[in-house]
């Protein structure tokens, strides 16, 4: 499988951003598909996950309420609505999926075979 990622760019603090992720195939309905990020100088972290099948939905607390994810079965592509951006949202964002959704588990990098190439997020103050 693999991911393309896009819609990153520079945005002022309070503003809105939707970043999408096409899949070069069909995530089968136990597959999970999710967004992670990594700041400057930081560790890559979890940032929302999405079963396909759309059963269940997870985001990060320093996220939620702020973020949405979505996917569209129909595209083969996942969504990130990103409203009220913070400085602190600024990282390289990354989609990443998985054929196998595994309870407790989706929350971790090592769980996803398959990664996009990444889309920078800027928030400016």
């Known amino acids: 499988v693999q991911l393309q990622a896009s819609g990153g760019g520079l945005v002022q603090a309070g503003e809105s951003l939707r970043l999408s992720c096409a899949a070069s195939?069909?995530?089968?309905?136990?597959?999970?598909m999710a967004w992670f990020r990594q700041a400057p100088g930081k560790e890559r972290e979890f940032v929302a996950m999405i079963r396909w099948n759309g059963a269940r939905i997870l985001y990060a607390d320093s996220v939620k309420g702020r973020f949405t994810i979505s996917r569209d079965t129909a595209k083969n592509t996942l969504y990130l609505q990103m409203k009220s951006l913070k400085v602190e949202d600024t990282a390289v964002y990354y989609c990443a999926a998985d054929k196998v959704y595994r309870v407790g588990t989706m929350t971790r990098i090592s769980s996803y075979d398959y990664w996009g190439q990444g889309t920078q997020v800027t928030v400016s103050s």
């Open positions: 195939e069909r995530t089968n309905s136990n597959g999970v």
